[in-house]
């Protein structure tokens, strides 16, 4: 079965950093993008980066370009999400994804999901 553990989260003060990670296993193979999503409390679940397997095209959403990067280490299977000038909006509680469909940045697409790892920006 495959499966997405994701941790990493944690408490950080404003302007700080974390970096999130998501290990993935039961894939026969490394096709398969990984997204990082997050929703903060009365909010709805949005897309925050995802990178694809065959290229390693990755995309952002607006509000995190040039603060979090993320990136892949196949031979460990695990997807990593740097995350700096972390900011109070940022906190939520952030979910790795899988997918070996096309159409990566949409939400819909992604068939394997990991439990959550909290993030808490403190101001």
């Known amino acids: 079965d495959v499966q997405l553990q994701a941790s990493g989260g944690g408490l950080v003060q404003v302007g700080g950093s974390l970096r999130l990670s998501c290990a993935a296993s039961g894939f026969t193979s490394d096709e398969y993008a990984i997204g990082w999503f997050r929703q903060a409390p009365g909010k709805e679940r949005e897309g925050v980066s995802c990178m694809t397997s065959r290229d390693g095209m990755t995309y952002y959403a607006d509000s995190v370009k040039g603060r979090f990067t993320i990136s892949r280490d196949n031979a460990k299977d695990t997807v990593y999400l740097q995350m700096n000038s972390l900011k109070p909006e940022d906190t939520a509680v952030y979910s790795c994804?899988?997918?070996?469909?096309?159409?990566?940045?949409?939400?819909?697409?992604?068939?394997?999901w990991g439990q959550g790892t909290q993030v808490t920006v403190s101001s």
């Open positions: 994804a899988a997918t070996i469909r096309p159409g990566v940045r949409k939400m819909e697409t992604y068939d394997y």
